[in-house]
C-alpha cells in the first residue's frame, strides 16, 4: 500500500521530454491537497518551464545543476502572513505531496534546499519575481527519469520509541 512513497527517490537526470499542462496541474492538484493549520493553505506555487529560467536557477545554487537538464521546475512559496505559526511547516507538506504525485505518474523529481538559505531565496526572488514577503522554501526539479533508482525502505528500529522514549 505505500509503494509509492517508498518508490520515490530523488532523480537528478531526466530526459528532454517535455511535461505536460495536464501533468502540471495534477502536481498542483496534489500539492495543494496538503493538510495545513487551520486549513489557511498559506502556499503559493511558481511554474517554470522557460529554459532561460531553469539555466538560472541552475547557476544559482551550488547543489541545483540538475535544473540544467530538468523540464520543470516547481517552487513552493509558503506566505508567512497567511498563517504565522505554520506557513513553512504546510509549505513542505505541499511539497512531499508533489514528489510522491510525480512518483505515482511516472516521472523522477528532487527536492532542492531554499529556505532558509537567504542567498537561494535571493536569488530565487530574482528570478522568478517571487515578492519580498514570500518566501520561496524549496525548488523542486521535475522531468522524466533518465536514472533507475530502487524503492527502499530506511526503517530504523533505533527510531521508535513505545510508549515512552
Ligand atoms: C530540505 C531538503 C533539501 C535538499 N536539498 C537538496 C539539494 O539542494 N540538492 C540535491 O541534489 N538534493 C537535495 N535534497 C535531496 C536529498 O539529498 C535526498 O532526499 C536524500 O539524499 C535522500 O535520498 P532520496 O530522496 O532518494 O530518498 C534535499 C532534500 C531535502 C528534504
Known amino acids: 500500500m505505500i509503494e509509492p512513497i517508498l518508490a520515490r527517490r ?7 521530454e517535455p511535461i505536460g499542462e495536464d501533468q502540471i ?8 491537497a496538503a493538510p495545513s493549520g487551520k486549513n489557511l493553505r498559506p502556499w503559493h506555487f511558481v511554474v517554470v518551464t ?10 544559482s545554487a551550488p547543489y541545483w545543476k540538475m535544473l540544467h ?23 513542505f507538506a505541499a511539497t512531499e505531496n508533489i514528489l510522491i504525485a510525480a512518483t505515482m505518474m511516472g516521472l523522477g523529481s528532487v527536492w532542492l534546499g531554499c ?18 514577503e514570500v518566501v520561496p522554501v524549496a525548488v523542486l526539479a521535475i522531468g522524466h ?12 528500529e533505533e527510531r521508535v520509541h513505545n510508549e515512552r522514549w
Open 115 to 132: 529556505h532558509p538559505n537567504d542567498d537561494r531565496m535571493d536569488a530565487v526572488r530574482g528570478l522568478t519575481a517571487v515578492p519580498k
Open 25 to 32: 496541474r495534477m502536481l498542483l492538484d496534489a500539492a495543494m
Open 50 to 59: 522557460e529554459r532561460a529560467t531553469l539555466t538560472a536557477l541552475a547557476d
Open 10 to 16: 530523488s532523480i537528478r537526470t531526466y530526459t528532454d
Open 145 to 156: 527519469s533518465n536514472e533507475h533508482k530502487e524503492a527502499r525502505t530506511q526503517y530504523d
Open 69 to 91: 537538464e530538468a523540464p520543470l521546475a516547481i517552487i513552493v512559496c509558503g506566505v508567512p502572513a497567511e498563517s504565522k505559526k505554520y506557513w513553512d511547516q504546510d509549505s
